[in-house]
């Protein structure tokens, strides 16, 4: 029986080609899935909303792609960097924005997907309101440093997080968030990942590193200290289901000669034939906003 994957995602203009690749790769590699996909837009031009929904007219697996937009005035003094923009912190929103679903996956743009995703979208979560990957810097000090309460130093990587809607709902986890940004300003040296581990301290589930195969881990910049969690670490580095092009360092970028470019220049040639052919036919849909 197909099942019906539900991909939440942000881009802006700059990383519309990551976010196409992303998608293109994802229904590529899962075509007995259907996906809808849901585009937090953040001032995509109009070209690239034809790109995008050019994906449905490729891909019979692809149902639906809606652009949706989210109150930026929430994030105005929230802490940003030349990389960390203030469109990072909209995933905050997505829950509340699409509370009709029971369950999302929010994925980062910087991803290709290398595998099935069945299995994750299946994950039981028992009861925690996320699942996400350990982040591959393995601060566990940093809860501590926050001055949050917790019983289990763990930090996970905001990039992948498969996201019980309704419990989110039901803790009003977006509001506790939003809150804590304002409160601590000066505090979240890791932007929105600090204030989402902050209010979701002991409540999310730990997924296996294969879906969330963030670049320090493909480089070994740093060991676990949990053998066992190590071992994960290496199955992930061989068989990743999701590659996340984690820190400033692009595939897009040939300057920054990245490591893993392969996963991602492998499937320009398509991601740019798809982009001629929406160029090259009449354009009758519209873009669906939500």
């Given at each position: ?7 939440a ?17 994802i ?7 259907t ?12 070209l ?12 019979s697996?692809?149902r639906?792609?809606s652009?949706?937009?989210v109150?930026?005035r929430?994030y ?5 960097n ?11 929103d997505?829950p509340?924005?699409?509370?009709q ?20 979208w ?7 309101i996320?699942?996400?990957?350990e982040?591959?810097g ?9 001055g ?8 996970f ?5 498969l996201?019980d ?22 505090q979240?040296?890791?932007?929105d990942?600090?204030a ?31 053998p066992?969690?190590e ?13 996340h092009?984690?820190?400033?360092r ?8 990245h ?22 036919q009449?354009?009758h ?6």
């Amino acid at each position: 029986m197909s099942i019906t994957i539900k991909i939440a995602s942000t881009s802006n203009h700059e990383f519309c080609t990551p976010l196409m690749t992303l998608y293109v790769s994802i229904l590529e590699q899962n075509p007995a899935v259907t996906f809808e996909f849901f585009i937090i837009d953040d001032h995509l031009w109009p070209l690239d909303h034809r790109y995008l929904n050019a994906l449905c007219q490729q891909y019979s697996n692809c149902r639906q792609i809606s652009f949706l937009h989210v109150d930026s005035r929430s994030y105005t003094h929230a802490a940003t960097n030349q990389r960390i923009i203030q469109a990072a912190y909209y995933r905050i929103d997505l829950p509340e924005t699409l509370r009709q679903h029971h369950c999302l996956l929010y994925l980062d743009c910087d991803m290709i997907c290398r595998g099935d995703l069945r299995p994750l979208w299946q994950q039981d979560l028992h009861g925690n309101i996320i699942g996400a990957v350990e982040d591959a810097g393995y601060v566990e000090a940093r809860l501590t440093q926050m001055g949050v309460p917790h019983q289990q130093a763990r930090y996970f990587n905001s990039g992948l997080m498969l996201i019980d809607v309704q419990r989110w709902r039901q803790q009003q986890i977006s509001q506790q968030v939003k809150t804590f940004i304002a409160e601590h300003p000066k505090q979240l040296r890791y932007h929105d990942q600090d204030a989402l581990n902050a209010i979701l301290a002991d409540h999310w589930l730990r997924l296996h590193p294969k879906y969330n195969a963030q670049s320090r881990l493909i480089w070994r910049e740093q060991k676990h200290r949990d053998p066992v969690e190590e071992r994960h670490n290496e199955a992930a580095r061989q068989a990743p289901v999701l590659l996340h092009y984690s820190g400033y360092r692009k595939p897009w970028k040939p300057a920054d000669n990245h490591p893993a470019a392969a996963a991602f220049n492998a499937y320009q040639p398509l991601v740019q034939k798809i982009k001629l052919k929406a160029l090259n036919q009449p354009h009758h849909r519209q873009a669906k906003k939500a």
